[in-house]
């Protein structure tokens, strides 16, 4: 590329410099700034050759996930897969930037700018691009910790690896959707799949509101100007969130056995005459289940609501006393409308965990007790059943392609809150 | 126009990186397919009696309990001495190795030796992580058959078994003077010593779980999977709701229903009766030998199972062993360690520092809270080593919890066999 010595501002053709910039740093050079130019090309020649042989075997890995048996992991090849795409997008972010740079800086000769010199472009690079210098290392690092694993998962729920047809014995095949085709059409999946779901839905609803609940209760009643001791009984009811669950569970799980824990051997049989079936039949475990997480959960609920109960301003509720409002109405206008402005985000999350909680349904019955011609326990939600599958029935593939429909069902709670919270922020007439 | 032709442009980058890359692959000859069985050359089996020559060094993973480390310690110090082959300990919890193994053993990572449980052969087997072994009747004399069995999947021997343990009746001898010979002799201690609202029971154990129930529905003829004479198990041949398991189920039954054994009980609150002293006998493994001597001193005993007809109850075993890693180079010289850490000295010695029951029959320990399990060993038979085997535990657990309920346990068994076959289709397809 042979380039004319001379002024030439305003002969500079951006769509020259675009083309010639299909190999980065050429079209830098015809604009004279030699320096980036040099910079441009050099990153695109050691990118091609550092990485020709990653992204030569990622994405032959990728399509093929191997033809010999035991020399190719499957595994190993869908992973070195998933890096080179994301390579791949690295450096097509690059390019486009390169394309664009090349253009706008010609454009700007064209239009009579003064190049400047290499120290100024620098001091220039750097000031505009030390924000990104800092942010860039962070950014890298999430890619691989969270984005690389996702997408190795979504990757596994299209391959048929089970425990049958395992690496590095045998190789995976891209099977496309025939595992979410089988939990809908094959009957041991169908069943179990709508039963454990509506219970997921159910023990969602239903405990998180009576956790929320029972701390909106308790913030208002301990915040009532009458109530005495009111730090002294802040601390008691902060108590069930102070003690680790994981230990409360495992205690709840012993009390709650049928013949030999203490609430049907202190409390139902001498009162009642006879105990419940905590442990063996599913409405009272599941019962049982909904009363630990409400034990569990209300502290904090409660905590936040009191927090926010102390920023309600007095004015309202004189003015409410002026127009003669009673109990009733002054909480259902004023009270609960602030309360939930301020917490419904936090509230959101609350049934997100819970929809999630794998731990309390684990350790209160690992999912029991049995029903009777199904494969999921009667309090199995979809992610402790998910969990069984995989330990149990080693189905790799379907427990991730169970794991996407989790992970939708919740980025969608999730979605839901951010746009809540943003029309919160707009609302801010409060 | 600006952005066509960046679009345009950057399609033509992508084609021609893509282009670049469509993968050509890796660059091999594609035929050697089947050559690459194992890249290691396997170890030319002393065909002429010529074994290949010594590696330098051989590694092995210990699972990283401290005795355990220490008793292969000692153990390689002496073959180090004898063979001039210096071995390498890695502690690693057996319960990681196989991930391990299964990412890193063809890319070179792995170790020669490993050690796993004979329940996770299927998966060891499916992924062809261990060596096929070929022994001699000689070199495999004075192991107990049945961990000899236990290590074995389909009729191919993948391992050498270093323990076994298995389960036998622990006694209070303050309750129970002599240990119960037969079933009706454990039952009349039961019926003489119950008394649930004291919380005084004659025997327990824990009566939903598979693994201990398995002797009772065995001594009547019951079977998981049917077994050829080559060991290969038929998996389409479920025998736990013929008569002989039917039969086993009501046996339990009656003691669910007698009140000897209490609906809803479980391990932990077993070990805790039987420490306070309210339980007569209990069902359980090695594994508490020192919990329960230490709260119950003297009075603590440890027998056989008793008989049903005579015949000595079949508990589950589990065997632990070593394998051979199929990438290994040195196949024929990590058969030799893991034969010589198992041999009836080493046996011994690992016994004394670790504390587990040798796999082996010509061993004789001196110890007699420890030496009535592997009494019992000797009539045991290990645990279906194949993956299916996961499929019956949940549903026989949940069957003995409905019969324990009082369900009629012909229609639960035949329900539960359903759902066993079900699971297995779903694992195999």
């Known amino acids: ?430 | 126009m600006k952005k066509a032709t960046s679009l345009l442009s950057s399609a033509v980058f992508v084609v021609t990186l893509t282009g670049l890359l469509t993968a050509c692959g890796p660059d091999r000859d594609e035929g050697n397919g089947s050559a690459s069985e194992g890249s290691a050359t396997p170890a030319n089996e002393e065909q002429d009696g010529a074994a290949p020559e010594k590696p330098e060094v051989l590694t092995m993973w210990v699972n990283d309990e401290e005795v355990q480390l220490d008793a292969y310690e000692q153990i390689v110090e002496k073959y180090e001495e004898e063979t001039g082959i210096s071995v390498e300990i890695t502690p690693f919890s057996m319960l990681d190795q196989l991930e391990s193994l299964s990412l890193d053993a063809a890319a070179g990572g792995g170790p020669d030796l490993f050690y796993q449980p004979n329940d996770r052969l299927g998966d060891i087997y499916l992924q062809g992580l261990a060596a096929e072994l070929e022994l001699t009747s000689e070199q495999l004399e004075g192991y107990t058959e049945g961990a000899i069995q236990a290590l074995n999947y389909d009729g191919v021997q993948l391992g050498i078994p270093a323990v076994i343990e298995t389960y036998a009746l622990y006694y209070n001898t303050e309750l129970v003077p002599e240990a119960p010979k037969t079933i009706e002799e454990l039952e009349q201690i039961a019926a003489d010593l119950t008394n649930a609202s004291a919380d005084e029971y004659g025997f327990l154990f824990e009566g939903t779980n598979f693994y201990y129930l398995y002797p009772f529905i065995e001594a009547h003829g019951g079977y998981v999977f049917d077994q050829d004479g080559e060991g290969v198990y038929d998996t389409s041949n479920i025998g736990l709701a013929n008569e002989g398991t039917v039969e086993g189920a009501n046996l339990i039954q009656s003691w669910y229903e007698a009140g000897y054994l209490p609906v809803g009980i479980t391990d932990d609150i077993i070990k805790g009766y039987f420490r306070d002293g309210q339980v007569g006998a209990v069902i359980s493994g090695p594994w508490n030998v020192s919990e329960f001597s230490e709260a119950l001193g003297d009075q603590l005993a440890v027998a056989p199972l008793p008989t049903i007809d005579g015949k000595n109850l079949s508990s589950y075993s589990g065997v632990k062993g070593w394998l051979v890693n199929e990438y290994s180079e040195n196949q024929y010289w990590a058969t030799d360690l893991a034969l010589y850490i198992t041999n009836p000295e080493s046996a011994l010695t690992y016994f004394e520092v670790a504390g587990e029951l040798p796999a082996r029959t010509d061993v004789e320990i001196d110890d007699e809270l420890r030496q009535p399990f592997l009494q019992q060993a000797e009539y045991a038979v290990p645990m279906p080593n194949i993956p299916a085997m996961s499929s019956v535990w949940d549903p026989m657990g949940d069957a003995f919890e409905f019969i324990s309920q009082g369900e009629d346990p012909q229609e639960v068994l035949e329900e539960a066999v359903q759902q066993i076959a079900d699971k297995i289709a779903l694992q195999e397809n």
């Open chain 1, 1 to 430: 590329m042979k380039l004319e010595v001379g002024e030439r501002t305003g002969r500079n053709h951006p769509k020259r410099a675009l083309c010639l910039s299909i190999i980065p740093g050429l079209g830098q050079l015809y604009n004279r700034r030699y320096g980036k130019g040099s910079v441009f090309f050099i990153l695109f020649a050691a990118f091609i050759i550092v990485f020709y042989d990653i992204l030569n075997i990622g994405y032959w890995g990728i399509l093929t996930l191997g033809t010999l048996e035991r020399v190719d992991d499957s595994r190993m090849l869908l992973a070195q897969g998933i890096i080179a795409l994301i390579l791949t997008v690295f450096a097509i972010g690059f390019y486009l930037f390169n394309l664009r740079d090349a253009y706008k800086d010609a454009k700007r000769i064209q239009q009579g700018w003064r190049i400047p010199s290499l120290r100024e472009s620098f001091q220039q690079a750097w000031d505009k691009g030390f924000p990104y210098l800092l942010v860039g290392p962070g950014l890298v690092f999430l890619i691989f910790t969270v984005v690389f694993p996702l997408l190795f998962m979504i990757g596994l729920a299209f391959t048929n690896y089970t425990l049958y047809n395992a690496p590095p014995r045998n190789l995976l095949d891209w099977v496309g959707f025939e595992n979410f085709v089988q939990l809908v059409t094959v009957p041991i999946w169908r069943e179990t799949f709508f039963s454990v779901f509506s219970w997921t839905l159910i023990w969602t609803f239903v405990a998180t509101t009576c956790q929320v609940g029972l701390g909106l209760l308790l913030a208002i009643m301990v915040n009532d100007p009458r109530i005495k001791f009111k730090k002294f009984i802040r601390t008691i009811l902060i108590l069930p969130w102070a003690v680790p669950a994981f230990v409360t569970i495992l205690i709840f799980s012993a009390m709650f056995n049928d013949n030999f824990g203490a609430i049907n051997r202190d409390i139902f049989i001498p009162l009642f005459g006879h105990g419940f079936p905590w442990l063996t039949d599913p409405f009272w475990a599941r019962f049982a289940l909904i009363m630990i997480q409400t034990w569990l959960g209300f502290p904090f609920v409660f905590a936040l609501f009191t927090g926010v109960l102390q920023s309600i301003s007095s004015d309202w509720y004189e003015a409410a006393d002026m127009d003669g409002a009673n109990r009733w109405q002054k909480f259902r206008h004023i009270t609960l409308p602030h309360l939930l402005f301020a917490t419904a985000p936090l509230l959101i999350m609350q049934y997100t965990g819970n929809f999630n909680n794998f731990s309390i349904i684990y350790l209160f019955n690992q999912g029991g007790p049995p029903i009777r011609g199904q494969n999921a326990g009667g309090t199995d939600i979809l992610i402790s059943w998910v969990y069984s599958l995989t330990f149990e029935n080693s189905q790799y593939s379907m427990a991730a392609a169970i794991s996407i429909i989790i992970g939708l069902i919740v980025a969608g709670f999730a979605l839901f809150q951010f746009r809540r919270s943003r029309s919160f922020k707009e609302e801010g007439s409060i």
